[in-house]
């Protein structure tokens, strides 16, 4: 047991995916796992253990933004013994040619917190995905989804309402494809634990456009592509 999470040691596959609301990680554990057990009710951020093909598989909820998955992600690693953190998220697009339903790898995470600088002062440290997942997620996602697959920089910002006109802009010519607020924690916990972590992320949104899906359409937006992420369990369990 941790500060925030009530599992007992044990509870938690090696595996986990990561989801921002609570009612979608439920959804996806009761759509695709078999077995299940929920494992976590701490703030009622929910988190489930099953199997999924004989293999077990644990899901669990981490709220919005890199405080909260710090929170999550920290705890799973240090206090749990998990090995891989996959985040299946929502975004928003920042590029024209990124549509909305379109999946996005995020191979990098800039970002514009400081929670990075409290650790590494002036120095600009670049949080990446674990290539080997971020490999096969490509070659998975590109022959089975009809959605276009993107793989690139994402940011990941504090501020849900866009204020830095300016800055997005320039990240936006610097090719950065989607916004979202959790990958940059993610990546960088995984990497200071030599742990494996990769976000596969849903455009939702457009920032350029104003196109959007509708909240509820979003809570289960990444269930009909769930079990894709799932076929990943198989490379990580070598």
Request: aromatic fraction near 8%.
């Amino acid at each position: 047991m941790s500060d925030h999470i009530s599992a007992k040691l044990g509870d938690f596959a090696e595996t986990v995916f990561l989801t921002g609301d609570p009612l979608r990680a439920e959804h996806v554990a009761k759509t695709h796992l078999s077995h299940i057990r929920c494992v976590n009710r701490v703030r009622n951020m929910f988190g489930f253990t099953g199997e999924y093909q004989g293999r077990s598989v644990s899901i669990q909820s981490v709220g919005m933004g890199m405080p909260s998955m710090s929170i999550y992600a920290s705890e799973l690693i240090q206090q749990y013994g998990v090995k891989t953190l996959i985040r299946l998220g929502t975004a928003g697009a920042c590029q024209e040619f990124v549509r909305v339903g379109d999946i996005v790898l995020a191979m990098a995470a800039c970002t514009d917190s400081n929670i990075n600088k409290r650790t590494f002062g002036e120095i600009d440290f670049s949080p990446v995905a674990d290539y080997r997942l971020l490999k096969k997620a490509y070659e998975i996602f590109s022959s089975q989804v009809e959605a276009a697959i993107h793989v690139g920089a994402v940011l990941t910002t504090d501020t849900f309402y866009q204020t830095e006109a300016q800055e997005r802009q320039e990240l936006m010519k610097h090719g950065v494809l989607a916004v979202e607020m959790e990958t940059a924690a993610l990546y960088t916990i995984a990497m200071r634990h030599r742990v494996r972590a990769l976000s596969i992320l849903k455009i939702s949104d457009c920032t350029i456009t104003g196109e959007s899906t509708p909240a509820q359409e979003r809570e289960y937006a990444f269930v009909d592509l769930a079990h894709r992420a799932f076929s990943l369990l198989e490379d990580t369990l070598k």
